[in-house]
């Protein structure tokens, strides 16, 4: 099975300080992640506010990373049926758009479950949680991690992990 054909546009500006397309391409730096689960980083930072002036490809990072400290990261994350489970938190604030086929977000070890599909969005706010694609087809999500303080419950720091 093919990674999705994600097109990956960044603009920037020439030596006269006029606004240019830096890159136009179809997205060819899929890795995978857990077994069914593949991710290709479209852009990241490494601070808040972040450097427009840097020329690097920031999308082509090295690394596995599900935060940077004080950064962002914006991926396109293929999640096939059967994905292997990890249950994780993050340090992050995580806007995520599914932009083709369904998946389950499991809240907690058989915690609560939310059946998202082609056009939902949601907002995932350093919960411990578990992606279950249950589905025939791959789900292709749109991911953007904004660096956070840890969760606070009950006066207890929730700490993150997986």
């Given amino acids: 099975m093919e990674t999705p054909k994600i097109r990956r546009v960044v603009t920037g500006h020439d030596d006269a300080g006029r606004a240019v397309v830096k890159i136009d391409e179809i997205c060819s730096h899929f890795q995978q992640g857990r077994p069914g689960g593949h991710v290709c980083n479209i852009w990241t930072t490494d601070a808040t506010p972040a450097d427009n002036a840097a020329e690097a490809d920031s999308g082509l990072r090295e690394g596995k990373f599900t935060m940077i400290e004080d950064g962002s990261v914006f991926r396109i994350l293929d999640f096939r049926p059967g994905i292997q489970a990890r249950i994780h938190r993050t340090d992050t604030v995580d806007y995520i758009i599914v932009m083709s086929g369904e998946i389950d977000m499991e809240l907690e070890p058989g915690g609560q479950e939310v059946h998202l599909k082609a056009g939902d969005v949601m907002v995932q706010r350093g919960t411990v949680h578990?992606?279950?694609?249950?589905?025939?087809?791959?789900?292709v999500m749109a991911v953007i991690l904004i660096?956070?303080?840890?969760?606070?419950?009950?006066g207890k720091t929730l700490t993150p992990f997986g």
Avoid: L, Q, Y
């Fill in 130 to 139: 578990n992606w279950i694609n249950r589905g025939t087809e791959s789900c």
């Fill in 147 to 154: 660096h956070a303080k840890s969760a606070v419950a009950g």
